[in-house]
């Protein structure tokens, strides 16, 4: 045995030292897709694996409203990689070849809460809420502030719980938003000097249904008005200038908007032309030979 594994290490030395590079690890294969609808009130997904999967990432987008699932070091082992889905909740599962990366796309009926769970070679995606979880914070439903009104976001998926302002090292306006969950399916809107965030299926907290006033901090924004509608949160981002440029970034329960001034253009000038009169020159008859030879 001793002999056997001596002989082993050996021959693994041997195969580095003549340059002989050694298979890498096979991508895990998505094998099968089971929707299970048993449920009241929520739809389950199972994404079966041939083994465990390296690592996810998961966000919800609005136009069109899905649920989108990023697989590192994954690729699809199934006979189709698009089909319809008979359920209360999804419309259809699309699976895509990103490089080594698998993208699978789960078209919504509607944005609703979802949860992403690991269990062995499985992937559990669970669509929908748990009634218990909706008896359990309906304590904010019927509060009220004084100047706006407390509106209900019917089928809310998210909730915004904190908005902060801070000045970037370049000057840049960023507006910290803190969420319930990371559920977020924001839309970012340029209408001339204001920038409208539309946060939808959120609801806000009623403590934060004001205009801040950030106009101090030397930034392109002077105000941002949070209200909410029937199918969301809306932050109102007031502007100095129709100028300007916007981006988000989420990291977990939190989404950052940036909002710079627009970089001038740099428009390249026309090549220099002659100016100069039109010159005509006759060649006819003439030897080209002697011409070119002449000084």
């Known amino acids: 045995m001793n002999f056997q594994m001596k002989k082993l290490g050996l021959c693994v030395m041997l195969a ?29 997904i ?21 649920l989108v699932l990023n697989l590192s070091d994954a690729e699809s082992a199934l006979l189709k990689n698009d089909f319809k889905v008979k359920s209360k909740s999804v419309r259809n599962v699309n699976v895509k070849q990103s490089g080594g990366d698998l993208s699978v796309a789960v078209d919504l009926e509607s944005l609703v809460p ?9 992937l559990y995606v669970t669509l929908g809420q748990d009634p218990r979880a909706v008896a359990a914070k309906q304590g904010y439903s ?47 809107i340029p209408k001339g000097t204001h920038l409208i965030a539309k946060f939808h299926g959120s609801a806000v907290d009623p403590n934060l249904l004001a205009v ?19 199918d969301g949160a809306v932050l109102d981002i007031a ?27 740099v428009k390249v000038t026309d090549a220099p032309r002659y100016s100069g009169k039109n010159l005509s020159l006759s060649f006819q008859d003439i030897p080209v030979r002697r011409f070119l030879q002449r000084k």
């Open 16 to 44: 580095s030292f003549a340059g002989v590079v050694l298979p890498a690890e096979a991508a895990t294969k998505l094998e099968n897709i089971k929707v299970d609808n048993s449920m009241a009130a929520q739809t389950r």
């Open 46 to 66: 199972e994404f079966q694996f041939d083994g465990p999967v390296g690592g996810y990432q998961d966000r919800l987008q609005y136009d069109p409203e899905q």
């Open 114 to 122: 979802y949860e992403v769970s690991q269990q062995g070679n499985s």
């Open 142 to 188: 019927d509060q009220t502030v004084v100047g706006k009104s407390k509106k209900t976001v019917a089928g809310g998926i998210n909730r915004i719980n904190g908005i902060n302002f801070k000045k970037g090292a370049s000057g840049e306006g960023l507006v910290v938003v803190n969420l319930d969950n990371k559920n977020a399916a924001l839309e970012l």
């Open 212 to 230: 801040m006033d950030v106009n101090d901090y030397g930034t392109l924004l002077r105000n941002i008005d949070v209200s909410e509608a029937a």
């Open 239 to 265: 502007l100095q200038s129709a100028e300007f440029e916007s981006k988000h970034v989420q990291n977990g329960e939190s989404v950052v908007i940036t909002v710079v001034k627009k970089k001038p253009v």
